[in-house]
């Protein structure tokens, strides 16, 4: 199974791609494989430097949204790009485990490794400013999962 692919023919002034995952965890790997991949050839980010966070939603669409989003956040803030992504995905068993979250019922807690943008050494794309939910899905396939994402540049 491919990771990801690019879509020419839905956004013009956006970069749009679909990926694929066996399970929820790879296909949220390689979302986010494909985001940065928009951005810089993430075969030249070497996996130096690494951040860990949780995510929690009520949807697995609103759960790769925040992800997604998360790691836009990250690249702004810190200045940097990332190529590696180590993900855990639960589905909580009743919204009371977290009282604070309300009804949530899906958690993500990442771990991403990456190193600091050089434009003299990487090979920098397009700039993503944020995920879009035009078009935004995530479904199950027969091989597993897929995703559809627009990002904003």
């Known amino acids: 199974m491919k990771k990801f692919e690019f879509l020419e023919d839905i956004a013009t002034a956006d970069v749009a791609f ?83 979250l309300g009804p949530r019922v899906y958690n993500l807690q990442a771990q991403v490794w990456g190193e600091e943008i050089d434009p003299k050494k990487h090979k920098l794309k397009a700039d993503v400013k944020a995920v879009t939910f035009h078009q935004f899905k995530v479904e199950q396939i027969r091989e597993g999962w897929q995703a559809r994402v627009i990002l904003d540049i």
């Open 18 to 100: 679909e990926a694929y995952g066996k399970d929820l965890k790879e296909l949220f790997e390689n979302s986010a494989l494909a985001l940065f991949e928009a951005m810089v050839d993430t075969k030249q980010v070497r996996p130096i430097s690494n951040f860990q966070f949780p995510i929690s939603n009520p949807t697995l669409d609103g759960l790769l949204f925040d992800f997604l989003n998360e790691l836009v956040f990250l690249k702004d803030e810190k200045g940097m790009v990332f190529s590696k992504f180590k993900l855990r995905i639960e589905k909580l068993q009743a919204a009371s485990l977290r009282p604070e």
